[in-house]
C-alpha cells in the first residue's frame, strides 16, 4: 500500500437542516445522534481512506448552511477538491438551495484544471420517505443532470444508506480528475525542452511534438 501524500478536501454545502453534519459522522464514525445542532461556521473531520492501492487523507469540512454566513464559506470552500451538496427529502425547497449553492461554489472556487469542482449532488434523509420514492431515482437524475452536478444518490444518515457508496463514487471522481491533470501537466513539461542559443548562449523555449500511437 502507497501513502499518496495527497490530502482531499471535501466541503459539504447545502440549507441547514438537510443533514450535513450527520453525514459527515456516519461516513468518518459510523455514528449517528438524534440531537440536532446547527453548525455554527464550520466543523472539520478526516479520515484515511484505500483508493487503488494508495492512501488518501479525506478532510470533510462542514460548512454552516445559513445565508448569512456566505462570506465565511468562502474562505472555508478554498482550495476544496469535491463537493457534497446536500438536500433534504422531505424538504423540496432545499433542492432550489441545493442550486444556489451549487452557483455560490462555482463562481468562487475552481479544481485545479480550472473546471467547476467534482460536485455530488445528495439527497439526504429517506428514511423518513415512502419506500416507492426512495426507489425512484427518475427525478433526482434529470434535476442533477440538469444542473451539472456530476453524480447523484439519495441517503440516510441515520440507516448508513449510500453513506459509504456515494462517498466512494465522490472519490473516486475526484481522483480521476486529479491523475488526468497531473498527467497533462507531465505531458506539457515533456514537450517543453531548452534550447541553447550558441550565438548569444540565452535560453528559448522550444515546444516538440511527440508522436504516439493515441489518438
Known sequence: MENSNVDFKIIILGKSGTGKTSYANKW???KFDENYKSTIVSEFSSKLYNYKGKIYKIN???????????????????????????????????????????????ENELFLDKNPIPNMLIQNKIDLIPENEVQ????????????KFDCCFKT????????????????????????????????????????????????????????????
Open 136 to 147: 425512484d431515482m427518475t427525478k433526482l437524475e434529470n434535476f442533477s443532470k440538469e444542473n
Open 60 to 106: 470533510l469540512w462542514d460548512i454552516a448552511g445559513q445565508d448569512h454566513h456566505a462570506v465565511a464559506a468562502k474562505v472555508f470552500t478554498k482550495d476544496a477538491f469535491g463537493c457534497i451538496t446536500m438536500a433534504d427529502a422531505t424538504d423540496e425547497e432545499s433542492l432550489n438551495e441545493a442550486i444556489k449553492w451549487k452557483q455560490f461554489l462555482d
Open 156 to 215: 440516510s444518515a441515520k440507516t448508513g444508506h449510500n453513506i459509504i457508496q456515494s462517498m466512494d463514487k465522490l472519490i473516486e471522481i475526484i481522483a480521476k480528475r486529479l491523475d488526468d491533470y497531473n498527467s497533462k501537466e507531465v505531458i506539457d513539461l515533456n514537450r517543453k525542452t531548452v534550447n541553447i542559443d550558441p550565438e548569444n548562449h540565452s535560453e528559448k523555449d522550444k515546444y516538440r511534438t511527440k508522436q504516439t500511437g493515441c489518438c
Open 28 to 30: 468518518i464514525k459510523n
